[in-house]
């Protein structure tokens, strides 16, 4: 025998996830079942693997007949459908991030220059400079931080220890992203500005040195991973 496959429902798809990083496996849909192949024809299965709520399983020989479990009599053939790794039969689905368009207000708000040093809290980047740190940057420079990209491809990365990106810094109060090195012109303002303009506190505002602002809301904004990072750039260059 040259391998082994299992046989699922096909309801059962989203269990295929658990074993997508198992070297060698491919899998191919049909009549309501997902077929398995690229098992080792003989040892133990590795945990994930047996986990699978198969329906079936068979040994395979070199004609790709089908040998159900101790018998020397093939019972048929391998589907003869398109065979693919399970990443591509199914990829992950992780969340894009988005920097939503928001309507600019009627009025703006006066930012002055400013010689309070504050600790930074945001960076505002493009996405050519973000994906190439988030390619190389250690895992843990990662966590804990979160972003969101713009139509025009800006990028906006909350968090902690921001990341050394060329970029506008922003420091935060009341839920306000203020540009690196500017107040508010009357700083009592802002837990006023932060109650009109993010009446939910469901998110941040971020502001231009020009007085311009918009809202990003938490649920616009991912977390960090090269994966996110990649296949938001994937989309945004589609």
Request: no cysteine; hydrophobic share 45%; net charge negative.
């Amino acid at each position: 025998m040259t391998e082994r496959v299992i046989v699922l429902a096909s309801a059962d798809r989203a269990t295929l996830g658990h074993v997508r990083t198992v070297p060698g496996l491919r899998v191919t849909e049909t009549a309501g079942q997902l077929w398995v192949r690229g098992l080792p024809a003989t040892d133990e299965l590795p945990l994930p693997l047996r986990a699978l709520p198969a329906t079936a399983a068979y040994s395979v020989d070199a004609q790709e007949r089908l040998f159900p479990p101790g018998t020397r009599t093939p019972t048929g053939l391998l589907p003869q459908g398109t065979w693919q790794p399970i990443a591509e039969f199914m990829p992950l689905e992780l969340p894009t991030a988005a920097l939503p368009a928001r309507a600019a207000p009627s009025y703006r708000v006066r930012l002055l220059p400013s010689g309070r040093a504050e600790a930074g809290a945001a960076l505002l980047t493009t996405l050519p400079e973000w994906l190439a740190y988030a390619e190389t940057a250690p895992e843990i420079r990662l966590r804990g931080l979160r972003f969101a990209v713009s139509g025009e491809g800006q990028v906006l990365v909350l968090g902690t220890p921001l990341p050394p990106v060329m970029g506008q810094e922003y420091w935060q109060q009341h839920g306000l992203l203020l540009p690196a090195g500017f107040d508010l012109e009357a700083p009592l303002l802002a837990p006023l500005l932060a109650r009109k303009l993010n009446p939910t506190a469901d998110g941040v505002v971020l502001f231009g040195a020009d007085g311009r602002w918009e809202q990003i809301l938490a649920e616009d904004l991912v977390p960090v991973t090269r994966s996110a990072v990649r296949l938001t750039a994937e989309s945004f260059n589609a």
